[in-house]
């Protein structure tokens, strides 16, 4: 059960909200000043803060109240505070929620109204913690892989790459072909990368190879290598990738261009590990670990009859998928924050700016856009301008969060209907801050 401290020396106060929040199966524990809701505090068990303005009976300053108001959120930063106070005091509450408070109530207060924002604090306060929890049990499995593996530096914060990365290193020490798929520049390389750095052949050759930068009739000779006079410009040996990589890990990128005959040799190869060069009829026997990687749908391009499917099925015993950045949003300001490096930061705008972004380039985009706003900007301080990013949803961003004139007197009017006048809800309906929201209200002269 969630537990409000009612803090007023006034004992009828006291008992009025005791029996209100009891009927709402609320528990209230009321004491009557700041030195005794001090001391309750420090027992912990509160999870909300309902407090008078004046504890004496012969000061109505409101002083004592700011005094405790900040001495509260000193200890306790999180915890929602509700002040209710005298309708001559008014200005004093007003400026305690510009200092965070989360809202405040007139006496004689409004018993529905009261209700309804305590509900709404506390859900949004355990939303908060179960947040925070699992944020750390994210990070602490993270941080076990990390320990365990060679993670090659990536940078994750989301379930999702969680979970590819764990694949990733579960798969490293079979002797299995790993093909691994997702769209342009999410990170396939850097998959790959743990992929070998955790693999019995870790300190055999790493050989990587662009299927797709080489023409078409250099790929064969790239992989399985060639004789003097196998093709026309051939003067000398040359040694195919497969053997380079013998012994090691060999990663072929964007696979989905090879030829049918280049499709024909690679199934051979990873099948009995045998090939010849080309203009040579002598088999040779390597013992290669592959990794592949294709941004393409290789579905697609077997449906096509582009791409063998004995192949395929050949390549992805194991599949890993890395999904685009957008679907792992809870990637984007830890990636942001690694590629400044320490010494730079974002502001809050500039964060919420590249959360708004869709990365259609994935994380290489946002490492470009990051460096380019690292050159750009004048100090160490990067903000919206400085990320340079198109398109609407930014500049919305942009101009929502700043104090500019947005939104307009309407819209607040509109969202504090919407909300039956509980701020912290209008407030999110506009994607302001409570405190932003209050000096809109003061600057059209609204009230909740
Ligand atoms: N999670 C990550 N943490 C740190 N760096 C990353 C991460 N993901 C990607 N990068 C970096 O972003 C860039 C692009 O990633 P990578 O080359 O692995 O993508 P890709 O999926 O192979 O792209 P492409 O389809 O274009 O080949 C690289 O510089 C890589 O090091
Ligand atoms: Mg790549």
């Known amino acids: 059960m969630p537990r409000i401290l009612v803090v007023d020396d006034n004992a009828a106060v006291c008992t ?152 990733a290193t579960r798969v490293a020490h079979a002797d299995v072909p790993v093909l691994i798929t997702g769209p342009n520049g999410a990170g396939k390389e850097k998959i790959a990368d743990i992929v070998q750095a955790n693999s019995s052949v870790r300190s055999g050759p790493y050989v990587k190879v662009n299927v797709g930068a080489l023409p078409a009739d250099l790929l064969e000779a790239e992989l399985f290598g060639a004789e003097p006079g196998a093709y026309t410009g051939a003067q000398r040996t040359r040694i195919g990738r497969f053997e380079a990589a013998d012994g090691g890990t060999l990663f072929m990128d964007e696979l989905g261009t090879l030829s049918a005959e280049g499709q024909v040799k690679l199934l051979r190869v990873l099948q009995t590990g045998e090939f010849q060069r080309l203009g040579s009829s002598e088999t040779r026997r390597v013992r290669v670990r592959v990794i592949s990687a294709t941004n393409a749908d290789p579905q697609h391009l077997i449906r096509t009859g582009r791409f063998r499917e004995d192949l395929y099925y050949r390549l992805n015993v194991i599949e890993i998928r890395v999904p685009a950045l957008a679907e792992r949003p809870d990637d984007i300001v830890p990636l942001a924050h690694a590629f400044l490096g320490p010494r730079a930061e974002l502001t809050a705008n500039a964060e919420e700016a590249l959360l708004a972004h869709g990365w259609p380039g994935n994380v290489r985009e946002l490492a470009n856009c990051i460096q380019r706003a690292r050159l750009l900007a004048r100090s160490e301080r990067i903000d919206v301008a400085d990320l340079g990013l198109p398109g609407r949803r930014a500049a919305e961003v942009a101009t929502a969060t700043d104090d500019g004139e947005q939104p307009d007197r309407t819209a607040v009017e509109t969202a504090l209907a919407n909300s039956g006048g509980v701020i912290a809800r209008a407030a999110a309906e506009l994607r302001l801050s409570r405190q932003a929201l209050y000096r809109r209200m003061e600057k059209f002269g609204l009230k909740a």
């Open 16 to 167: 009025a909200l005791e029996i209100l929040f009891d009927l709402h199966g609320i528990e209230v524990e009321s004491v009557d000043g700041p030195p005794a809701a001090l001391s309750r505090l420090e027992r912990g068990g509160i999870d909300l803060v309902i407090q008078d303005m004046n504890f004496s009976r012969d000061t109505t300053s409101g002083e004592e109240g700011v005094a405790l108001f900040g001495e509260l959120r000193r200890r306790q930063p999180d915890l929602p505070i509700i002040l209710l106070t005298a309708w001559t005091h008014l200005e004093t509450a007003v400026e305690l929620v510009k200092q965070g408070a989360a809202d405040y109530l007139a006496k004689p207060w409004d018993d529905a109204k009261l209700v309804v924002t305590v509900r709404n604090l506390l859900a949004l306060g355990s939303a908060t913690r179960t947040a925070r929890r699992m944020t750390d049990a994210r990070r602490e499995a993270r941080d076990r892989l990390a320990r365990e593996f060679d993670l090659c530096g990536i940078v994750y914060a989301s379930d999702a790459m969680h979970e590819a990365v764990t694949l």
